[in-house]
């Protein structure tokens, strides 16, 4: 346990991608494989879930830190981290425990899951005396399920690939489905990540997808489109959907579907359950998951050769209602049908096809469709132009259709493991997000570096036109990125000057800022007060030019409903 909090304080204190490399090289190399194990899961990811109420953590903290709940409540603001506070409030002790990572989470923060607060309170005294300051912190970031340390999986994957002395594209492979929550980190699997590569490993993967691939924004204007990329008839050219991005996987007589963030989702989808007959083993594919119109869609009917779209696709917003269900019903299933829209094929017939050009791969897949004759798999349709201003004109019409623009792929291009050009380039020619000028109207203090400045703030339009004779503010969005450290100093300091009123965290300020929020959907909410709920806000600009009597009203995001 005291080795990996070592490692996390060394990782959270360097900017340096090479200095994080070279931590868990060293980690790695000298860690035990059942405590490597558990640190892959975390570093690359896993967020097992929360093992202790977070109000009980609080309670137990006050009470033997001797504090006052409102001085503690001051000190979790000022610091603005749950688990960072509790390690500096509580008396510091020593460490006393020589269990490893993986003792402590399969025998002692595991088992906690469930139990009667009374003895969760015995339990945790006597395990948090254990632990020196670091190991405390780190000790109830896993139990609350925060554990952030600024690792990207990819340098996760370069660390063991050069530890182990492996290709980082074949550990890459193996991680895929590593983190999901249906799969327990072991010394076995570990030591499956780092082997040497065998002959008949491609045989035994079972279930296991392959790393996606992922495309590169497109943000240049058409016109230096054929310099930057050349002719439009190098190129296969599709809509870009607005679903879950995943593979379906059929081996060995089983089927399942994996999400792009690697969580095994096959229970979530049951409408695909048929594709287990209908796919010849030794079978992946790639696509993108949508809510449809009719449970037993008709390719004929649906297809519009003239747009080159379906129209039965409807708004992701649709399809997320039933994303965060436990329990599908039959009346969501009816509700909101899915079908896959499938665009590449990983591997036929048992082979990997990844190397394969992308124009042989898409040939294969429309074939596979055709025999298959399965409403619920569909070929997403490649698009045709004269040139980029025919293409550019096609995406014009992406509002309309529910697609969030173009992808494009080189028709010569391999499959790669993530956002990579050495294997061929995707890129993603997105259109423009929607935007309105917002007020800021709320600010909270940010986490880890940024715990001492405001950096995550509420945003609201006017709910009546310039010339009303009474109107108000109403939030609709919440928003923290998208300004650079100077202009989030300069808001800060406003924030501090004009707030005139604080629900706990929260400060409410006197409405002085307009941004214009930008926003990749929107759709109709019961849950928001502004009857409006929208997708991946950010802030574009800071619009000092504007007084918050300009901003923007409700009438303007109910326009962009239309």
Not at 32 to 56: I, K, M, N, S, T
Not at 100 to 125: C, M, Q
Not at 465 to 485: C, H, I
Not at 517 to 534: C, D, M, P, Q, T
């Amino acid at each position: 346990m005291k080795a990996f909090a070592d490692l996390y304080v060394e990782l959270d204190g360097t900017t340096s991608s090479n200095a994080k490399l070279t931590a868990m090289q060293n980690y790695f190399a000298q860690a035990a494989p059942e405590d490597a194990a558990w640190a892959v899961y975390f570093l690359a990811g896993g967020r097992p879930r929360q093992w202790v109420p977070v109000r009980l953590l609080q309670e137990l903290a006050i009470e033997l830190s001797g504090l006052s709940p409102w001085l503690f409540e001051e000190s979790y603001q000022a610091v603005g981290d749950l688990a960072e506070t509790i390690s500096l409030v509580l008396p510091e002790t020593r460490h006393t425990s020589t269990d490893g990572l993986a003792v402590w989470i399969e025998n002692k923060l595991l088992p906690l899951r469930g139990v009667p607060p009374r003895t969760l309170a015995k339990r945790l005294s006597a395990l948090w005396a254990q632990l020196d300051r670091h190991s405390l912190m780190l000790c109830i970031k896993l139990i609350t399920g925060s554990l952030r340390v600024g690792v990207s999986k990819l340098l996760v994957t370069r660390a063991l690939a050069a530890m182990a002395g492996l290709d980082s594209k074949r550990v890459a492979q193996r991680l895929v489905g590593y983190t999901d929550l249906s799969n327990r980190p072991s010394a076995v699997s570990y030591l499956k990540l780092i082997a040497p590569e065998a002959p008949d490993e491609h045989a035994q993967r079972g279930g296991q997808p392959y790393p996606f691939f992922l495309a590169h924004a497109l943000s240049q204007p058409v016109e230096q489109f054929e310099a930057l990329l050349g002719p439009a008839s190098d190129w296969q050219v599709e809509w870009k959907w607005d679903g879950i991005r995943a593979q379906v996987v059929k081996r060995d007589g089983g089927l399942w579907i994996w999400s792009r963030g690697e969580d095994l989702v096959t229970e979530h989808f049951p409408e695909l359950d048929s594709l287990v007959h209908e796919l010849p083993d030794g079978t992946v594919i790639d696509g993108e998951i949508v809510a449809w119109k009719t449970a037993q869609p008709d390719t004929r009917d649906a297809f519009d050769p003239q747009l080159s779209a379906f129209p039965a696709v409807q708004p992701f917003a649709l399809l997320q209602q039933r994303i965060g269900r436990k329990i599908l019903d039959r009346k969501i299933l009816d509700k909101v049908p899915v079908v896959i829209l499938a665009y590449d094929l990983l591997e036929w017939q048992g082979e990997d096809w990844r190397n394969q050009p992308q124009v042989i791969r898409r040939t294969q897949l429309d074939q596979l469709i055709t025999a298959c004759a399965n409403p619920v798999l569909l070929a997403s349709p490649v698009l045709t132009g004269e040139d980029w201003f025919d293409l550019a004109r096609q995406r014009e019409a992406s509002r309309r259709l529910g697609v969030e623009g173009m992808m494009l792929k080189a028709r010569n291009a391999l499959y790669g493991v993530g956002r990579t050009k050495d294997m061929g380039v995707w890129w993603k020619w997105k259109v423009d997000p929607f935007s309105v000028d917002a007020v800021l109207i709320y600010a909270q203090q940010g986490h880890g570096r940024r715990a001492s400045l405001y950096t995550d703030y509420t945003f609201a339009v006017w709910d009546g036109p310039p010339d009303a004779s009474e109107r108000a503010l109403v939030p609709f969005a919440k928003a923290y990125s998208g300004l650079t450290d100077e202009e989030i100093r300069q808001v800060d300091s406003i924030v501090r000057k004009t707030t005139v009123e604080k629900f706990g965290p929260v400060s409410s300020v006197k409405p002085t800022l307009v941004f214009e929020l930008g926003f990749e959907g929107i759709a109709l909410s019961r849950r928001h007060k502004s009857g409006i709920a929208v997708r991946f806000p950010r802030m574009l600009r800071w619009r000092q030019d504007k007084s918050v009597e300009e901003a923007d009203s409700l009438a303007t995001l109910q326009d962009l409903l239309t």
